[in-house]
């Protein structure tokens, strides 16, 4: 048996970021769907757009590294968008909803730009230059994406969920 080394490390790194982006591929739209708020909902559809983005210079990443784009299951996502789901069920009506999946897809903000600013950090050590401009490219973007719903949620979601327990 080889050795682990930070090379292996990355690859495996790589592969966790690279599911979880499809699967938040895949959440995104429901999520836009869910939200009550139409500035909410767009903004899920911009990241969404984004995400695509971010799939692409994942995959180029693979590339120069001379493997095939693979993901491997990362429980950590798969929880998340799983509280993502549920909240969509249990509030769905709810003044608290949008409130909600902000906090969610808040949650998801912060573990990719953990993992991204992982990569990053790795890549320069391994020498990947081309890789560390696309990681950091894709923690811009994470970072005004979190800076955005926050900014969603203190302008309007947050107070809307407490409004209906001031009128209860």
């Given amino acids: 048996m080889s050795e682990k080394t930070l090379d292996h490390l990355f690859y495996e790194t790589l592969k966790d970021i690279y599911y979880a982006e499809k699967k938040i591929l895949k959440a995104l739209p429901k999520m836009a769907k869910a939200a009550q708020s139409p500035r909410l909902a767009a903004a899920f559809e911009k990241h969404l757009t984004e995400t ?32 993502g789901e549920e909240i969509i069920s249990e509030f769905k009506n709810s003044p608290a909803l949008d409130a909600g999946l902000i906090s969610s897809a808040q949650a998801v903000e912060h573990y ?38 926050t900014v969603l949620a203190e302008s309007q979601s947050n107070e809307m969920a407490l409004s209906a327990k001031r009128a209860a």
């Fill in 52 to 83: 695509e983005g971010q799939v692409e210079r994942l995959e180029r990443v693979f590339e120069m590294i001379d493997k095939k784009p693979h993901g491997r299951t990362c429980e950590a996502i798969d929880g998340i968008i799983k509280e």
């Fill in 112 to 149: 990719e730009i953990a993992r991204y600013g992982t990569l990053k950090c790795w890549a320069e050590l391994l020498g990947y230059t081309e890789a560390v401009g696309l990681f950091d490219m894709t923690l811009q973007q994470e970072g005004n994406t979190d800076e955005s719903l």
